[in-house]
T-cell receptor, first 113, second 113 residues
Framework: EAQVTQNPRYLITVTGKKLTVTCSQN?????MSWYRQDPGLGLRQIYY???????DKGDVPEGYKVSRKEKRNFPLILESPSPNQTSLYFC????????????FGEGSRLTVL | GENVEQHPSTLSVQEGDSAVIKCTYSDSASNYFPWYKQELGKGPQLIID?????GEKKDQRIAVTLNKTAKHFSLHITETQPEDSAVYFC????????????FGKGTHLIIQP
């Protein structure tokens, strides 16, 4: 089954404790992206990657890092999480940057205390 | 950068009636306009999209219209059913595809039985 898989789905952590949210897609997609969803703010792009070893900042990259060492994986790293990073995070992928459809994962709800 | 405004934020309609959600965009270079549906606890899923060389597109009970001059586009759902209850996001992109999508803040559509 074609899918984007994120882990963990739910996480409660404390300020400053490094964490990684993994994202994997099995569709051989070139383009991958991370979004955060906050009430009243919609979906905002954090980082994106057009292909292996190519990453770039989105609209709200502060406090986040990403890497794209393999085509299928695009982890989101929070080196020192803060309460304002409490949010619902979505990983998404697309065949290419020009392709229309984004395929989203089920989301990872992160709470930083 | 692009700015996408979406209205209304909440829309309640009787089952069987029509629902219309409207979006405006700021960048006249935008040329790709998708609509995503997000059901409770899931990631957004593409339901319909339109490109700037087309004025209207229809898929069964859903349709999207685009007015490039006025820089607005709308989602129309006819004969609404309970399974249409969800959050709907519009988006706009100047790259013609998944890259560079700017999302609206979302509309919570409630179908009243």
């Amino acid at each position: 089954e074609a899918q984007v898989t994120q882990n963990p789905r739910y996480l409660i952590t404390v300020t400053g404790k490094k964490l990684t949210v993994t994202c994997s897609q099995n569709m051989n997609h070139e383009y991958m992206s991370w979004y955060r969803q906050d009430p009243g703010l919609g979906l905002r792009q954090i980082y994106y990657s057009m292909n292996v070893e190519v990453t770039d900042k989105g609209d709200v990259p502060e406090g986040y890092k990403v890497s794209r060492k393999e085509k299928r994986n695009f982890p989101l790293i929070l080196e020192s999480p803060s309460p304002n990073q409490t949010s619902l995070y979505f990983c998404a992928s697309s065949l290419s940057r020009q392709a229309g459809e984004l395929f989203f994962g089920e989301g990872s709800r992160l709470t930083v205390l | 950068g692009e700015n996408v405004e979406q209205h209304p934020s909440t829309l309640s309609v009787q089952e069987g009636d029509s629902a219309v959600i409207k979006c405006t965009y700021s960048d006249s270079a935008s040329n790709y306009f998708p609509w995503y549906k997000q059901e409770l606890g899931k990631g957004p899923q593409l339901i319909i999209d339109i490109r700037s060389n087309v004025g209207e597109k229809k898929d069964q009970r859903i349709a999207v219209t685009l007015n490039k001059t006025a820089k607005h586009f709308s989602l129309h759902i006819t004969e609404t059913q309970p399974e249409d209850s969800a959050v709907y996001f519009c988006a706009a992109s100047g790259g013609g595809g998944a890259d560079g999508l700017t999302f609206g803040k979302g509309t919570h559509l409630i179908i009243q039985p």
